[in-house]
């Protein structure tokens, strides 16, 4: 019989992503595998993983919120609803599927899928993607039966008695083999360094507005080929916000703004330097391809957990750390201008980078999962 296995993602791409691709090598490695994933009816992952091609189970969950406010008390007595109902939704949609196996990787709605997995004695696992676990991670380590990280030190910001196996994070096969010659005549880098910026895809206003002082710094006469994404902040925005600094970028060649980035693979092959926020897949991007990198963490994320991911680069001088708070036009450029001016630096920190990668981390959850299976006899 072939196996089944369930999902609990959701949230954001750096949840959802990495399921997905250990969703795929296990299909190739098991062919005819089952795959259900459970995911929040209104979270990116309702669109994400049926464009895939996998079955989704909904299950309403949301988080609390710390601060108080209205607002926030008015979401709070929302998500303990949901939480009152997680349990018994996660049972019928375990009792229904009848999984084999059971892996999560982020996001509220692992909680209740693997606690009642674990309770109905089915395999699990949970994978970690930041440097400092969240929430649900550290409760989940107490009842399933392994806990995945990307990197060894995170081990030490788990609950005593747990013993996590270092896997990294899985990466998109596409910036593994992406070729860089081809990416930067694709791109028409030529052969300036290029520079590559953005703040995610809801975009991020003080990276934009950094970045538009560093664009209008290094113009007219500059050596950089830019390629910056606005974001949701928008493209027309972002030029207006030039213009006010005195810079058109209409018509320079070596000045590409777009709103989204669909091309990751051949811009981060491109690029010699990355700015950019710290979120787990970006860092991760950014290790498997090699590249020097400026970070600047959210501040607006649970547990300030971009800061640890960026520090865990930049105290092996795989990376700038450039915290929020101390970001400037000024600030960004000064670093920016040193960078480019030392090639070798530049190539170090990419080196450094490098060298933190797991190039096969997919590859290493899957046999986490193999080794479960085996161990029931199951495989």
Known sequence: MPI????????????????????????????GAD??????????????????????APIEVLGFQRRLSFRNIKNNLRAAAYLMSASGKAERIIRDFSPD?????????????LRKAARMKIPTLTHESNAF????????????????????????RLPKGCKPVVTGNPVRREILLADRAAARRRLGVGERICLLSFGGSLGAARVNE??????????????????????????ADFRRLLKERGTDAAGDPHLDIRAYIDDMPDCLAAADLVVCRAGAISV????????????????????????????????????????????????????????????????????????MAVADATERICQEMEELLRNRRII
Do not use: W
């Not at 369930?6 to 296990?26: R, S, W």
């Not at 676990?133 to 392994?146: M, Y």
């Not at 006469?221 to 928008?234: D, E, N, P, Q, S």
């Open 101 to 113: 196996i059971c892996l999560g990787t982020g996001g509220y709605v692992s909680g209740p899928v």
């Open 133 to 156: 676990p969240g929430i649900t991670t550290k409760l989940l380590s107490r009842c399933v039966d392994k806990v995945l990280i990307p990197y060894p030190e995170v081990a030490k």
């Open 35 to 56: 795959i259900l994933f459970a995911g929040n009816p209104s979270g990116m992952e309702a669109t994400l993983i049926p464009e895939a091609g996998y079955g989704f």
């Open 210 to 235: 950094a970045v538009a002082e560093l664009i209008a710094a290094t113009r007219p006469g500059g050596k950089l080929h830019h390629i910056h994404a606005t974001g949701r902040y928008g493209e």
């Open 4 to 31: 089944r296995i369930l999902f609990a993602c959701g949230g954001t791409a750096g949840h959802i992503n990495p399921a997905l691709a250990v969703a795929g090598l296990m299909r190739e490695r098991h062919p």
């Open 284 to 355: 991760t991007e950014i290790q498997a391809a090699g590249r020097a990198a400026i970070l600047i963490p959210s501040p607006n994320v649970a547990e300030n957990h971009q800061y640890y991911n960026a520090d865990a680069l930049a105290s092996r001088n795989a990376a700038v750390l450039l915290e929020e708070k101390d970001l400037t036009g000024k600030r960004l450029t000064e670093i920016v201008r040193s960078l480019v001016s030392d090639p070798q630096e530049l190539y170090n920190i990419g080196q450094n980078a490098s060298s």
